[in-house]
């Protein structure tokens, strides 16, 4: 049985959640808030289960995965249809390298931890928060805007979602939500819309998960 430890804002979870719906895989979740009682993640119960206190976690059949591009890699592995990482090595490689320039080099700056971080002790304001936070991931976008201008399809390399696709909607959700210009990058834009009318990508948005309310 498929565990995913999950918060519904959580862009990593959120990942995690697409690809899992992608593939049609039943899985219990379990809540961690990152807010709640100063932050569940960091209690030792959820710490023994993952030493860096991040979310998601995925337990399988006594097993545990951390982190959520290894997590998804993993899913393809066991469950390998429909393949996340489809297509021969160079294919795999730009879809990869894709994902990894959202999760390698957009999140780990704007993720809540650094925005805490840039608050308390740093002591800056809100608004100066914000606009650190839209200058990463506007200019972080605009690369990914250009990985995909040679490639003219409905999601990021093909006509069915893949890695690529998973990293760039959390992404997405979290750029319109600190209200960064997404105007330079009609392609992204036009993906976001796609996968926004995909059964799998639409049940695993924030708003939609249990623990939002």
Avoid at 21 to 28: E, I
Avoid at 137 to 154: D, F, H, I
Wanted: net charge neutral.
């Amino acid at each position: 049985m498929l565990k995913l430890y999950s918060y519904f804002r959580s862009s990593a979870a959120y990942r995690v959640r697409i690809a899992l719906n992608l593939k049609g895989l039943a899985h219990d979740t379990e809540f961690v808030h990152l807010i709640k009682d100063g932050g569940q993640h960091t209690k030792p119960a959820y710490r023994a289960l993952n030493p860096q206190a991040l979310l998601p976690t995925l337990e399988h059949d006594g097993r545990t995965v951390t982190q959520s591009l290894a997590i998804i890699e993993y899913l393809d592995e066991i469950h390998p249809t429909p393949r996340l990482l489809p297509g021969d090595a160079e294919h795999r490689a730009k879809i990869r390298a894709f994902a990894l320039a959202i999760a390698c080099d957009i999140h780990p700056l704007n993720n809540l931890r650094v925005l805490t971080y840039l608050k308390s002790p740093l002591a800056h304001e809100q608004a100066a928060v914000d606009t650190w936070y839209r200058h990463w991931v506007e200019t972080g976008l605009a690369a990914c805007e250009a990985l995909l201008l040679a490639t003219p399809s409905k999601f990021c390399f093909g006509d069915q979602p893949t890695l690529a696709d998973a990293c760039l909607i959390p992404q997405m959700y979290n750029a319109r939500r600190f209200k960064a210009d997404l105007t330079a990058m009609p392609k992204l834009v036009a993906i976001d819309k796609a996968c926004s009318e995909h059964a799998a990508f639409a049940q695993a948005a924030p708003e939609a998960q249990p623990d939002a309310a």
